[in-house]
């Protein structure tokens, strides 16, 4: 575990680890955030001024993107949520995102609908390969659906090592 306190900490820690170290998987499970601040200030800011504060966002690099730069042979595992959306679109969102940033498999899920995603104990997903193959799981227990994506993972790999 290498600790990260920013989102250049964390793409920086990636960067590297790819690069001093051999590995055969590189599962992102979330992203860091989709949008960071233009510009930092530093010290407090002062709320007496009675003025409105703009807060200007640029869109953060995607560390699936980088850790393919960095390692053009690593597997890589993908994670797409979506908020409501029907099975159809969510699956055609996260194939587009897997052949963009050429992941070797990507995780969907509607995060939206009730018992699957965020602060719940369970999940239901879609786990999509570059054939656009899909291996749908069901609700279940959080630690199930992540067997049943380390399980996929590791026969598409085999398969792709064979």
Not at 29 to 45: C, R, S
């Amino acid at each position: 575990m290498v600790p990260a306190t920013s989102t250049n900490d964390f793409l920086n820690m990636a960067k590297e680890e790819l690069t001093k170290h051999k590995y055969d998987f590189f599962i992102s499970a979330a992203a860091i955030g989709d949008y960071t601040p233009k510009q930092y200030l530093e010290g407090k800011i002062s709320s007496n001024k009675n003025e409105e504060l703009k807060l200007g966002l640029r869109l953060t690099p995607k560390i699936i993107d980088i850790a393919r730069e960095t390692d053009k042979n690593v597997f890589i595992v993908g994670f797409k949520a979506e908020t409501k959306v029907l099975e159809k679109e969510l699956i055609e969102r996260a194939y587009k995102r897997l052949l963009k940033s050429n992941m070797d498999l990507i995780v969907a899920n509607d995060v939206g609908r009730d018992e699957r995603g965020f602060g719940t104990k369970t999940n239901e997903v879609f786990i999509i390969d570059k054939e656009k193959h899909i291996t749908h799981v069901p609700l279940n227990t959080k630690r199930y659906v992540a067997s049943k994506i380390i399980d996929v993972s590791l026969e598409i790999f085999r398969l792709k090592n064979s």
